[in-house]
């Protein structure tokens, strides 16, 4: 069965970002909402543990929230996926089920 | 495919009905169809006739309405959280002995069976909450 | 009569300080009489949800603990609690309330409802749901 994590909070905020990767099948994808693009980005503290994650997961984050938050696509780790709304629907209707992590 | 819309968060203090309504109003224009929106926790609060944002922002409450109008959507605002918040229909403000009822068009009251419903009817079930 | 879906209550949060475990478990509460294959999991925070002897009389809110025994009664006997979650806060399964149900299967022999498991093995139950619910 094919999830999709969906997560809205920032990883410095809180930690459904560490729960979600903890508990998120091989093989499952992760998308980025919300106060949780920042976890796209490169050079944080939780960079690496994202760049781990995508060893087994394809993650991607919402454009839409990218733009609002004056995160520019350069900012981004390499091999993360910018969708947009209509992308995120179908992210949805793709995978058997999803998980939001609040 | 069919969808239900699971809101937990009241207008404006979080960003989940903004993106509830942009993933909404997304999927309705690929052709999918929305089961039912429904509006639990604080969400309710996205169901009040009485609020007056700023001119210059959205307002997410006539969102809601005028994308249900367009689209038929059924959006289902939970009784017991609604009740606990204060976001009453007019058959509530005569069950409740109250002097004022505030739900806003195109939102109707019901219980959490609607939800559960949602769930078994439809192919994906998404929540937007905090 | 459509299919039985396996429904799963995620619950991260901790009591009181939010209203998210009480309208979860309200929602657990209607949810049952749909007959659907039912779970609960307890992770992070979650797992303060069901620690015993929750007294409220101070704060002035309703201590709703006593409900959590009630599920056993509506068929809700699959309630997980991550290892993990519990270990991290220094908690062990003693230090959580004694949820029973009676398996109509096995002569109404009463069993534990709580089963604590790894996050390998929280991991594979989330992963065989149809409907995940997280408030």
């Known amino acids: 069965m094919s999830m999709l994590h969906i997560v809205n909070k920032s990883p410095f905020e809180r930690n459904a970002l560490d729960a979600c990767l903890r508990l998120a099948k091989s093989g499952s994808s992760l998308l980025l909402i919300e106060d949780a693009v920042y976890a796209a980005m490169k050079g944080t503290t939780v960079s690496d543990k994202v760049a781990a994650a995508m060893k087994d997961m394809k993650v991607y984050v919402l454009g839409a929230d990218l733009k609002a938050r004056g995160v520019g696509e350069e900012k981004l780790m390499e091999g993360i996926d910018v969708v947009d709304y209509a992308g995120f629907v179908d992210l949805v209707a793709e995978h058997d089920n999803n998980q939001s992590w609040l | 495919m069919k969808f239900t819309i699971l809101v937990n968060e009241g207008p404006y203090q979080h960003q989940a009905s903004d993106t509830a309504y942009q993933f909404t109003k997304a999927a309705l224009e690929k052709g999918h169809e929305i089961f039912r929106v429904f509006f639990y926790n604080d969400g309710v609060n996205n169901a009040t006739r009485l609020s007056v944002p700023p001119q210059d922002d959205r307002n997410i409450t006539q969102n809601w309405t005028e994308l249900a109008e367009k689209h038929g959507l059924d959006l289902v605002v939970c009784i017991a959280a609604a009740q606990r918040r204060g976001i009453l229909d007019e058959d509530e403000m005569k069950r409740q002995g109250k002097d004022a009822h505030n739900l806003a068009p195109g939102f109707r009251i019901s219980g959490l069976g609607q939800l559960i419903e949602g769930g078994i009817q439809s192919d994906r079930l998404v929540v937007f909450g905090d | ?135």
């Open chain 3, 1 to 135: 009569m459509s299919d039985v879906k396996k429904f799963l209550y995620v619950n991260r949060k901790a009591p009181y300080g939010t209203i998210y475990a009480l309208e979860s478990l309200e929602v657990v509460l209607i949810g049952a009489a749909f007959e659907q294959d039912v779970s609960l999991a307890f992770v992070d925070d979650g797992v303060f949800q069901l620690m015993k002897g929750q007294d409220t009389s101070e704060v002035g809110m309703k201590n709703f603990s006593p409900t959590y025994s009630a599920l056993g009664d509506y068929d809700v006997n699959k309630i997980y609690v991550e290892k993990e979650s519990l270990e991290a806060r220094g908690l062990t399964v003693d230090d959580l309330m004694d949820l029973k149900y009676e398996d109509e299967d096995d002569d109404w022999a009463e069993k534990d409802s709580i089963r604590v498991v790894t996050a390998e093995e929280m991991k594979a139950i989330m992963d065989e749901q149809d409907v995940i619910l997280s408030f």
